[in-house]
């Protein structure tokens, strides 16, 4: 049965499922879900989504949500290329940098919002703002969404979440040298689930970052290289986003490197 894909080119979550799918070499039905213009909040998404999220995938009659479970499902569902370790010390160590990832997925989104976003957001006006903030459920999330775009760096989450960067990529450059990846000597999910965090750290001009950790640069370099990052990674991010992204973290690097330290 096909395999039917609801996500957003950008999205770090969907980016994760997306490459799985390409590790896997599995087709699907793409559904484009425009998270900027709020269609993660559509009624009839919501009935697949609760937590008006993506990505979503459906296949044989279930739905499916939570980019790492979904990434599991794959993996279980279609067992060809294996993206789990065989041992179960090898799948312990992948799952326990999949929780890491999914702690920082939070820090990541502030980081967006407040350095890459914002400054769009609040250029455009309140119509802009209501279409990233009406919707949201979670009272909470919802408000720190609106201090991260309106606070930028000065908003109490940033400074947590550079920090937060700063320990995870500070991880990563002590247990790569064990590994030629992050859970073993084969790719797996961990990986996977990484690589659009490290990404987005690059995207925000955090680059200085990850040249300052040769393991994880070399990683990097290592994960874009693979032809996974081209068909479902780069094919799905317009360069327009990217450069934008890029001119708003190079206007604030100076900041974000003294928070850094």
């Not at 080119?9 to 896997?24: D, F, I, M, N, Y």
């Not at 790569?176 to 690589?195: E, I, M, N, R, V």
């Not at 780069?234 to 928070?259: C, F, Q, Y």
């Amino acid at each position: 049965m096909t395999i039917i894909i609801h996500h957003n080119g950008p999205s770090t979550c969907s980016q994760k499922v997306r490459l799985a799918l390409a590790e896997k070499g599995l087709d699907y039905e793409s559904r484009e879900v425009n998270i900027q213009a709020g269609e993660q909040h559509d009624p009839e998404y919501v009935k697949l989504n609760p937590n008006h999220v993506v990505p979503t995938l459906e296949h044989e009659g279930g739905v499916f949500i939570e980019s790492a479970l979904i990434s599991e499902y794959l993996d279980d569902a279609f067992p060809e290329t294996p993206l789990k370790p065989a041992d179960a010390a090898g799948r312990h160590a992948m799952r326990m940098w999949t929780r890491r990832f999914d702690a920082f997925h939070s820090h990541a989104g502030a980081l967006t919002y407040a350095i890459g976003i914002g400054p769009m957001v609040l250029q455009q006006g309140p119509t802009a703002m209501a279409a990233q903030l009406e919707g949201i459920p979670d009272a909470a999330k919802r408000e720190q969404k609106r201090i991260a775009i309106e606070q930028g760096l000065t908003a109490p989450s940033v400074a947590i979440a550079i920090q937060a960067a700063v320990r995870i990529l500070d991880q990563m450059q002590v247990d790569l040298p064990a590994h030629t990846w992050l859970a073993g000597d084969d790719l797996s999910l961990a990986d996977l689930a990484g690589l659009p965090y490290v990404l987005r750290l690059d995207s925000l001009a955090m680059t200085p970052l990850l040249e300052a950790r040769p393991n994880v640069a070399d990683w990097y370099a290592r994960m874009q290289a693979r032809p996974s990052y081209q068909t479902a990674v780069a094919s799905h991010v317009p360069e327009m986003v990217i450069a934008l992204l890029r001119k708003n973290g190079e206007a604030v690097w100076a900041d974000v490197e003294t928070l850094a330290n």
